[in-house]
T-cell receptor, first 111, second 114 residues
Framework: DAGVTQSPTHLIKTRGQHVTLRCSPI?????VSWYQQVLGQGPQFIFQ???????GRGNFPDRFSARQFPNYSSELNVNALLLGDSALYLC??????????FGPGTRLLVL | GQQLNQSPQSMFIQEGEDVSMNCTSS?????WLWYKQDPGEGPVLLIA?????ELTSNGRLTAQFGITRKDSFLNISASIPSDVGIYFC??????????????FGKGTLLTVNP
């Protein structure tokens, strides 16, 4: 079975630009979560969606938004990029909300 | 907010040695998870613990959910070179369905000398 897939794998943007990251969960999983991981730290929670509804939001500014589609895939959008947004963005899917399985991540570099 | 203290920050061991790492929290969790992350990859789930006092094994890995619900440990027996990586603990707490995030520790970097 395919695991969680994310695209793109790498991305370079400049300050002020907008970015969209995509995630496809494991087949049968209805919950998708997004995390930001900066170098040397553990992942930090951004959003969780379940059945297309936002179920949780971390301490991130409104520049960050997300949505989940009817097929349970998800997009994370970040507007007005800052240098500090450079990080590995991880998507996780889960059959139940606690046990989360991560994708390989999208590495975003903001110049 | 909830914080996880993970220790040690790093370990350098010889192949064949046993390893132990742990996490403590300022508040209780309902679920403890242990992940391993290789460079440039996403975290891979190793063990999930759902009950206080639970002891679970996965091959050479053993993890326990502390009875206070504020701590967990992971042991690796007879380490091998492919055990190299960063190990993260993560906790989850739900109260009336209001908290769905995983809170992660800062990780333990494990290096195994062949």
């Amino acid at each position: 079975d395919a695991g969680v897939t994310q695209s793109p794998t790498h991305l370079i943007k400049t300050r002020g630009q907008h970015v969209t990251l995509r995630c496809s969960p494991i087949s049968g999983h209805k919950s998708v979560s997004w995390y930001q991981q900066v170098l040397g730290q553990g992942p930090q929670f951004i959003f969780q969606y379940y059945e297309k509804e936002e179920r949780g939001r971390g301490n991130f500014p409104d520049r960050f938004s997300a949505r989940q589609f009817p097929n349970y895939s998800s997009e994370l959008n970040v507007n007005a990029l800052l240098l500090g947004d450079s990080a590995l963005y991880l998507c996780a899917s889960s059959p139940v909300q606690e046990t989360q399985y991560f994708g390989p991540g999208t590495r975003l570099l903001v110049l | 907010g909830q914080q996880l203290n993970q220790s040690p920050q790093s370990m350098f061991i010889q192949e064949g040695e046993d390893v132990s790492m742990n996490c403590t929290s300022s508040s209780i969790f309902n679920t403890w998870l242990w992940y391993k992350q290789d460079p440039g990859e996403g975290p891979v789930l190793l063990i999930a613990l759902y009950k206080a006092g639970e002891l679970t094994s996965n091959g050479r890995l053993t993890a326990q959910f502390g009875i206070t619900r504020k701590d967990s440990f992971l042991n690796i027996s007879a380490s091998i070179p492919s055990d190299v990586g960063i190990y993260f603990c993560a906790g989850h707490y739900t109260s009336g369905g209001s908290n769905y995030k995983l809170t992660f520790g800062k990780g333990t970097l494990l290096t195994v000398n062949p």
